[in-house]
């Protein structure tokens, strides 16, 4: 019993370095557009430098999930939510790069009202920074109901960047010297689309924690 309780206590433990961490990126998301808007450039330099601290932080969960699996030797259902949490990390630290990608290219972004024509963008930031969050706490819950809820806001995502890159064209209509602000534009959104994907990821991994299914494949 006393090697139980340990073990649950160290998975809480983990648990809340993976909320933090999701915590992190989701800030980093919102920190981007609010560097944007108000074309912060220290805020987005800042957002580029936060990234190391998410790098190390997945370090650092790796580290406990594989001291976790070698000194308790966890059986099958709690294997799967430590190895589940390996891949989760990766996810929420490809996110946090995806932010930091999307800060330089807030650097390179010059006039505000570039951020006020391409309206979508900010709804786009909004919408995938909530299905971080919400993954985050779906996997820690293990609630697979809610999962599929979230994975279902990837349409969202979707819907908007078709309707981003309708913004991009009407800047492009009505001045072709905006041509390269354009292109660093739609990198933007379609960091956000991948974002978005990633938290999908998230969602399937709470799907397998739970059940040891990923895409109604039986793995564990």
């Known amino acids: 019993m006393r090697a139980r309780a340990n073990f649950d206590h160290e998975l809480e433990l983990l648990n809340n370095d993976i909320k933090e961490m999701g915590r992190m990126v989701e800030s980093?998301?919102?920190?981007?557009?609010?560097?944007?808007?108000?074309?912060?450039y220290d805020m987005a330099k800042d957002i580029i430098k936060g990234d190391?601290?998410?790098?190390?932080?997945e370090r650092s969960i790796e580290a406990q999930c594989l001291s976790l699996?070698?000194?308790q030797q966890p059986v099958a259902s709690d294997l799967r939510v430590v190895s589940s949490a390996l891949k989760v990390v990766t996810d929420l630290e490809r996110i946090g790069d995806h932010a930091s990608d999307i800060a330089e290219l807030v650097l390179r972004i010059k006039g505000e009202q570039v951020y006020h024509v391409v309206r979508h963008i900010p709804a786009m930031a909004a919408a995938a920074g909530q299905m971080v969050l919400e993954?985050?706490?779906?996997?820690?819950?293990?609630?697979?109901?809610?999962?599929?809820?979230?994975?279902?806001?990837d349409d969202v995502v979707d819907n908007l960047f078709e309707k981003v890159k309708n913004d991009v064209i009407l800047l492009l209509q009505q001045s072709s010297e905006h041509a390269d602000q354009c292109i660093d534009l739609l990198m933007i959104a379609k960091y956000l689309e991948r974002i978005g994907d990633h938290a999908v990821n998230v969602?399937?991994?709470?799907e397998f924690a739970k059940t040891g299914t990923v895409k109604n494949v039986r793995i564990l």
């Open 69 to 71: 699996i070698l000194r």
């Open 52 to 57: 190391r601290t998410i790098n190390d932080m």
């Open 135 to 153: 993954s985050i706490d779906a996997f820690v819950t293990q609630d697979s109901e809610k999962a599929n809820e979230i994975v279902k806001q």
């Open 28 to 40: 980093s998301i919102k920190q981007c557009f609010i560097a944007f808007e108000h074309q912060d």
């Open 203 to 206: 969602c399937e991994w709470a």
